[in-house]
């Protein structure tokens, strides 16, 4: 919007420890030309967001401004306001002035929104930054890299990069984050990402990680490999340290590379709400004061805090919830801990504050889904192919919070080996490995490493792994048919937090749940699939077993190394089934 009305591009400084308020100013010819101490946003969602902007010097003391919104019959109403308080005469003279042509530049662009809302909300332009055809993108350079990465990837989300990188404004093409354009593009999101690593991987793009602070959820550290990838961070502005987690806080983006469309991300405002879309409200509460807001809550969990506090007041949600009322009290900057259940709708917060001045934040638990996280990536087995120098630095530690683990072994191998001899028999083995790697390719996975004749794959998502382990007996069966040294698999599946590791220049994993994933394996016995209770809490993991294994058994294990016995599950696919592998 700041950039929709003509206002020139910003320079933050971060608060002090502890504090709230920025510092920023304006530049004209290298020249600062406007400084100004930038408070907290306040916003509600579908009601309002102001700034309140103070002046070190100048014609003005100070700015306060924002929209106000409220329904409309159909509609919404948006009214924008801004308040000067000029310091002197020239102050009082200028006021107006910028204050009318302020007026008549957001009216401009809140009807350019209305239009589109009304018209053309469904195709995947952005009505404040027009597509227009750059001078300085090298279409020559960037049509023969793409038509090279289309050997290996998706051509139609290939034509679709192509046309954004020519026409999208800069701020939208400095950072492309493949599953949000593949949303917006309605193209699958897997074909999406796979098009952008073959596309950095032929020199159009470049890739960078990006490690997000966990409150505010801005960058704040990049790099362009795994290995110069932190383990940890600090933001200055939630006054924080946090550490990195490859599934929740690890994002790979994009960018064109330079050789082909040179962009510079300019900062034009930094606390608004477009920048915290996972905060539904952020409210100042004075001193002594109670604030009371009306907010639109999901179906999803929230946490109540001050905005430098580190206690949490949780908002569950809860259909048969008496009502849609929650308190919550502060006292030196920090929310009382508790919790209350709401039901999904609006639902009104009383925020009571006993001490200083505090910002409330209201921000879900869970993060989105838009993300390509270093976890979700790096079990891609296409990103293991193209990228496979891709690996933290030695001794860099990294958790995962959940990870889906699959082990594979050959029923009967050493036998194989005496009756047919190490070559015919390492044949048949490397065949196999090339059946199961395109099972984990396609199911979204990746292998890890291989030990003997067994496999290890990661997979972000448990019902991936189960969906992988199923067609791998299909497709062994059916290969059997044809063969004179038919093979049996034993497979396992577990699901749970990991480490992952820079081992011998291979990205692995090490934990608990990887010794329980091979020890869950060790209790196939072939033809069947075993999973642990971890994995068939996943609702999809769970609904695809079901729906696809006519015969199951639970049992109970004793696991070297645990000390109480783990509940397990053995699945037949039909394909075992009709080799005469089923239980018995």
Same mark, same amino acid.
């Given at each position: 919007?700041?950039?929709?009305?003509?206002?020139?591009?910003?320079? %933050?400084?971060?608060?002090?420890?502890?504090? @709230?308020?920025?510092?920023?100013?304006?530049?004209?010819?290298?020249?600062?030309?406007?400084?100004? =101490?930038?408070?907290?946003? =306040?916003?509600?969602?579908?009601?309002?967001?102001?700034?309140?902007?103070?002046?070190?010097?100048?014609?003005?003391?100070?700015?306060?401004?924002?929209?106000?919104?409220?329904?409309?019959?159909?509609?919404?109403?948006?009214?924008?306001?801004?308040?000067?308080?000029?310091?002197?005469?020239?102050?009082?003279?200028?006021?107006?002035?910028?204050?009318?042509?302020?007026?008549?530049?957001?009216?401009?662009?809140?009807?350019?929104?209305?239009?589109?809302?009304?018209?053309?909300?469904?195709?995947?332009?952005?009505?404040?930054?027009?597509?227009?055809?750059?001078?300085?993108?090298?279409?020559?350079?960037?049509?023969?890299?793409?038509?090279?990465?289309?050997?290996?990837?998706?051509? !139609?989300?290939?034509?679709?990069?192509?046309?954004?990188?020519?026409?999208?404004?800069?701020?939208?093409?400095?950072? #492309?984050?493949?599953?949000?354009?593949?949303?917006?593009?309605?193209?699958?999101?897997?074909?999406?990402?796979?098009?952008?690593?073959?596309?950095?991987?032929?020199? !159009?793009?470049?890739?960078?990680?990006?490690?997000? &602070?966990?409150?505010?959820?801005?960058?704040?550290?990049?790099?362009?490999?795994?290995?110069?990838?932190?383990?940890?961070?600090?933001?200055?502005? &939630?006054?924080?340290?946090?550490?990195?987690?490859?599934?929740?806080?690890?994002?790979?983006?994009?960018?064109?590379?330079?050789?082909?469309?040179?962009?510079?991300?300019?900062?034009? &405002?930094?606390?608004?709400?477009?920048?915290?879309?996972?905060?539904?409200?952020?409210?100042? @509460?004075?001193?002594?004061?109670?604030?009371?807001?009306?907010?639109?809550?999901?179906?999803?969990?929230?946490?109540?805090?001050?905005?430098?506090?580190?206690?949490?007041?949780?908002? #569950?949600?809860?259909?048969?919830?008496? +009502?849609?009322? !929650?308190?919550?009290?502060?006292?030196?900057?920090?929310?009382?801990?508790?919790?209350?259940?709401?039901?999904?709708?609006?639902?009104?917060?009383?925020?009571?504050?006993?001490?200083?001045?505090?910002?409330?934040?209201?921000?879900?638990?869970?993060?989105?889904?838009?993300?390509?996280?270093?976890?979700?990536?790096?079990?891609?087995?296409?990103?293991?192919?193209?990228?496979?120098?891709?690996? #933290?630095?030695?001794?860099?530690?990294?958790?995962?919070?959940?990870?889906?683990?699959?082990?594979?072994?050959?029923? +009967?191998?050493?036998?194989? %080996?005496?009756?047919?001899? =190490?070559?015919?028999? %390492?044949?048949?083995?490397?065949?196999?490995?090339?059946?199961?790697?395109?099972?984990?390719?396609?199911?979204?996975?990746?292998?890890?490493?291989?030990?003997?004749?067994?496999?290890?794959?990661?997979?972000?998502?448990?019902?991936?792994?189960? !969906?992988?382990?199923?067609?791998?007996?299909?497709?062994?069966?059916?290969?059997?048919?044809? #063969?004179?040294?038919? @093979?049996?698999?034993?497979?396992?599946?577990?699901? +749970?937090?990991?480490?992952?590791?820079?081992?011998?220049?291979?990205?692995?994993?090490?934990?608990?749940?990887?010794?329980?994933?091979?020890?869950?394996?060790?209790?196939?016995?072939?033809?069947? @699939?075993?999973?642990?209770?971890?994995?068939?809490?996943?609702?999809?993991?769970?609904?695809?077993?079901?729906?696809?294994?006519?015969?199951?058994?639970?049992?109970?294990?004793?696991?070297?190394?645990?000390?109480?016995?783990?509940?397990?599950?053995?699945?037949?696919?039909?394909?075992?089934?009709?080799?005469?592998?089923?239980?018995?």
């Amino acid at each position: 919007m700041n950039k929709a009305v003509g206002l020139p591009k910003v320079s %933050y400084t971060p608060p002090p420890p502890g504090g @709230v308020v920025r510092q920023a100013s304006i530049r004209f010819r290298g020249v600062k030309v406007a400084a100004w =101490d930038e408070h907290p946003f =306040d916003w509600v969602e579908g009601d309002h967001f102001t700034v309140r902007r103070v002046f070190h010097g100048g014609p003005f003391k100070s700015f306060e401004g924002g929209i106000r919104m409220k329904a409309d019959g159909a509609g919404t109403v948006a009214e924008a306001h801004g308040d000067f308080v000029p310091r002197g005469a020239l102050g009082r003279f200028l006021a107006p002035l910028v204050g009318g042509k302020g007026s008549a530049d957001m009216a401009g662009a809140v009807a350019k929104v209305g239009a589109w809302a009304c018209t053309g909300a469904g195709c995947d332009c952005d009505p404040l930054r027009p597509q227009t055809p750059k001078d300085t993108v090298d279409r020559t350079r960037l049509e023969r890299l793409l038509g090279r990465a289309a050997e290996r990837s998706d051509r !139609a989300v290939l034509e679709r990069l192509r046309r954004h990188i020519e026409t999208a404004d800069d701020q939208d093409a400095a950072v #492309l984050r493949p599953f949000e354009l593949a949303d917006r593009w309605a193209l699958d999101r897997l074909a999406t990402l796979t098009a952008f690593l073959a596309a950095t991987r032929e020199g !159009a793009l470049d890739l960078r990680w990006e490690l997000l &602070c966990p409150h505010c959820r801005v960058a704040k550290s990049a790099c362009g490999t795994l290995s110069e990838a932190a383990a940890s961070a600090h933001c200055d502005f &939630c006054n924080a340290d946090f550490d990195a987690q490859l599934d929740v806080n690890m994002e790979l983006r994009f960018s064109p590379n330079p050789s082909v469309r040179p962009v510079t991300a300019a900062q034009f &405002c930094i606390g608004g709400p477009a920048n915290s879309r996972h905060r539904p409200a952020q409210v100042k @509460v004075a001193a002594g004061q109670t604030r009371v807001v009306t907010l639109p809550l999901k179906s999803r969990r929230y946490l109540v805090r001050g905005l430098l506090g580190t206690s949490e007041f949780l908002l #569950l949600p809860d259909s048969a919830a008496g +009502g849609s009322a !929650a308190k919550v009290a502060f006292s030196g900057g920090e929310a009382a801990e508790g919790e209350a259940h709401f039901k999904p709708g609006l639902v009104e917060l009383t925020l009571t504050n006993a001490g200083p001045e505090v910002w409330a934040v209201v921000e879900e638990v869970e993060w989105g889904d838009t993300a390509a996280t270093a976890a979700f990536v790096t079990s891609l087995q296409d990103f293991k192919d193209l990228f496979s120098s891709e690996v #933290l630095a030695p001794g860099t530690e990294v958790s995962v919070r959940s990870l889906a683990l699959l082990f594979t072994d050959l029923k +009967g191998s050493t036998a194989m %080996y005496e009756r047919v001899g =190490d070559a015919r028999a %390492y044949s048949v083995v490397r065949d196999h490995f090339g059946v199961l790697f395109e099972v984990v390719r396609r199911r979204r996975g990746a292998v890890v490493k291989t030990i003997g004749d067994a496999v290890m794959a990661a997979f972000s998502d448990p019902a991936d792994a189960v !969906a992988a382990a199923l067609e791998m007996h299909d497709e062994l069966h059916a290969r059997n048919k044809t #063969l004179t040294v038919p @093979v049996v698999l034993k497979v396992g599946v577990h699901e +749970g937090p990991a480490i992952a590791i820079n081992s011998s220049g291979v990205l692995d994993y090490f934990g608990t749940t990887v010794n329980l994933a091979a020890r869950v394996q060790s209790e196939s016995t072939g033809g069947d @699939v075993v999973l642990t209770e971890a994995v068939l809490a996943s609702a999809r993991a769970a609904g695809l077993v079901k729906k696809t294994c006519e015969c199951s058994a639970d049992f109970e294990t004793t696991v070297k190394g645990l000390a109480a016995p783990v509940r397990l599950t053995r699945v037949w696919p039909r394909s075992s089934l009709d080799a005469g592998l089923g239980p018995g």
